[in-house]
């Protein structure tokens, strides 16, 4: 029983993570059409901002706050000049999202000098519950995931900006006719999915040894998971990261390691292929 | 005389003037140079090594461009295809002790075409239409699980991969690095060449071409899309898997990194930079890139973000020049061509 409670808050803090990657990939992708095949690098940015941070002395809290604006930035910037440019063509835009995410890739492998990193965590120890020793950094995760999805759900559906976001969700078009500007909110949207990568990186660095590999890692599970959601949903996405998370987790216990980690791709894939709308396939954030 | 006159006489009816077509200069020129290069580079054998390598990349990057160029499935697989032949031909020469070209090319072949016929099945073919997007990603998401998968599995030498890979032999004869590997790999990318340019010419290739213009329409047309993207993205397969299988013998070792989506980055910007949609282009961006990274490679500031530096031009590329370095010279009419039997004009 006690063995169950840890492995579940494991998969939980990992779930966490993804659910933040996720929703700004599945954000993205249902507002704009576009999948952004640069979200693995946001997320490797955000765990760089907190390397750096780290190794010149102000501190991994400094950075895990950091991170997230930094990546918003950067993402806005990326729009700015680049990203909408893509939006008529989708698949043109896969071409190019991937080259920046390269480009992002191979910079900070350059700068990492090819080495693996550890970063400790910002907040070490553990709390006892009832006999049972819980990670303080990892609840901290999960925390942090449930109240970014909290604030989430709140400004899209309490707020002003919300409903322009539906509005522009659910028809472009006269949602311009009502001037609206989808621009703006395209570059909001786009630098606010980059900030949630940002964020996911930051918090989940402490907990692997930072390459610069792990983005496409990422990047594939949360494209999976978003497929599995179906997108242009809001729920969607968080359901199928929590699939996607817990298998992650999970089959490595079931089968040999090696053999875990493409198997959950294939489970995945094959889920998707056999049912493309997703998990929710109503239309509506 | 005026821009404005000009267009007026362009626009001026009168005998059709067939414009002066440029890429047949180029084939030829190209193979041309191809042919000469290890009588010039006769006294120094690492130049004729690296042009063997540059020829069996290319190898690579047409079989990335049947399946962007042609076909518009955007796959960042060819390297799984690619990577598995390697491991085939590797694991052939290790276990069998067997390396007879006239066998285990082929073998490479079948591999290649194999794998890439049961991703297409799984992708493309099935009740309900797969997205691009879907396609790519799964494409991706395949060359992923291939790499993780190998470099965990001790059989196949792990992450360490196989090295001193059995030598490719006919008959009797070792080939080693040198002119001869140097002519069996031209002779094989005439061969390929000639037949993907036999394809993308024929009545096939006219469907491909309609496909990239308007899946849709053609759909309503009554052809099956899906099937004759199934049916490229195979014989694109058996293409890379030949690659493969000349890039492990020539260069004795292979490993994950081989299957992995890297390499497969590197065909894209191989083909895009060159010129996706002809078939010279991917081999003339091939030879292009792979010569400056030789050049720059001794440059350490440049060496190290050499990476970067494709990246920046994959994105330019994308962004302000489609068509790749032969859009600057070939008109659109001619990238795109005509189609079946030639016929005599009236």
Redesign the interface.
Known sequence: MEFAIKFAFDIMAFTSVMVLIVLGLGVIASMMGIFNFAHGELVLLGAYTVYVCDSVGIGGWTGVILAPLVVGAVGLVLEKTIIRRFYATPIIAMLGTYAIGLIIREIIRGLLGGHYKAIPEPLSGAFVVGGLEFSMWRSFIIATTLAVILGCWLLLTRTSIGLRVRGALENPMLARSCGISTGRLYALTFAFGAALAGLAGALIVPLYALSADIGIRFLVQAFLSVMLGGVGTFEGPVLGAAAVGGMAAGLPWVVSPVLADPLVFVIALAIVRLRPQGFISVGRL | MSVATGAAARRAPGPRVRPRSILPGIEWSTLAVLVATPFVLATRPELVTLMTNILILSLLAVSFDLCWGFS?I?SYGQALFFGAAGYAIALVGRDLDFSQMWATLPLAMLVGAGLSAALAT??LL?R?T?????V???T??GA???E??VA??QYVGAGNGLSSIKLMAFGAYEFVEGVAFYSVALGLLIVVYLASRVIVRSQLGLVLAGMRQNEERLAFFGYRVQVFKALVFTFSGAIAGLSGALYSYHQGFTGPTNLG?GLS?TA?IYC?FGGSGTLIGPVLGTIVVELLSYVLADTDAIK??W??I???V??VV??FQ?TGLLGLVVSSRERIGSFGLRRRPR
Request: proline residues 8%.
């Open positions: 518009g955007m799984f992708l099935g309900k797969p997205t691009s997007i879907f790519a990603f799964g991706l998401t992923y699980a291939a993780r998968l965990g599995w989506p980055t894209v895009l190290q973000y990476t970067v494709l990246g920046v994959l994105l994308v962004m489609p």
